[in-house]
């Protein structure tokens, strides 16, 4: 992904109309598919400054798919008369230098007690596997850092550090582990009881919010690896690690 900035400088007499207008052009952005998210900000200190912020999906994206797409008609037109006020238009890329500070929420992982509660979650969830009839079969072949893997995963994607990306490969990898597999919903279900089970073993957070977004993630996946198991399926074999918060992902596409 790539963010695009377009900052803006208003004469006063232009300024009444500026967000009525990225209001309409913000149609044609909520529908273009190479569009992920978007924000326009006015300056606190100097109101006659607005920064737009896009995050495409790729600079290609934007350039070629979006500005010849079907939507970038409805979008220029609405714009069309603040193009003139424009002070810079670049694409960015996101370096390592990233965080939250002390005002944001706890991540999940550090809520649920970090990489240490999730290995614990795995080690008593796999020792339930092993002795269910219906999901043992699945994991006969298991590797025996199966358990710390899977622990590794969960922790990333709920905030922690990017230890499976850098041991396992991130996404892709993952996936292709679970091709051809053949999982069933019946199986899918029992390893989301089993891992509550496990949860509730362990002492991870009681608390409505954090289990409404753990109980989430396991059913979304879940599902996606049920999908993925299936012959033929057709699978979005490279995509970001996903990023699991108080809320939920967003759904991959191909």
Known sequence: MVTEYIRYRLPAEREGGFVAAYERAAEALRAAPECVDFELSRCAEEPACFILRITWTSVEAHLQGFRGG?????????????????????????????????????????????????????????????ADELLSPLFESMDADHARYVALWIAEVFGGPPAYSEQRGGYGPMVERHLGRGITEPQRRRWVNLMMDAADEVGLPQDPEFRAAFASYLEWGTRLALHNSQPGADVVRSAPMPKWGWGVAPPYQG
């Open 70 to 130: 079907p939507v970038f008609g409805a979008f220029f037109q609405a714009i069309r008369p603040y193009v003139a006020d424009i002070e810079e238009m670049r694409h960015y890329e996101a370096t390592t230098v990233r965080g939250v500070g002390g005002a944001a929420p706890p991540s999940l992982y550090d809520w649920a007690g970090g990489t240490e509660a999730f290995v614990k979650l795995c080690d008593a969830f796999y020792r339930l596997v092993k």
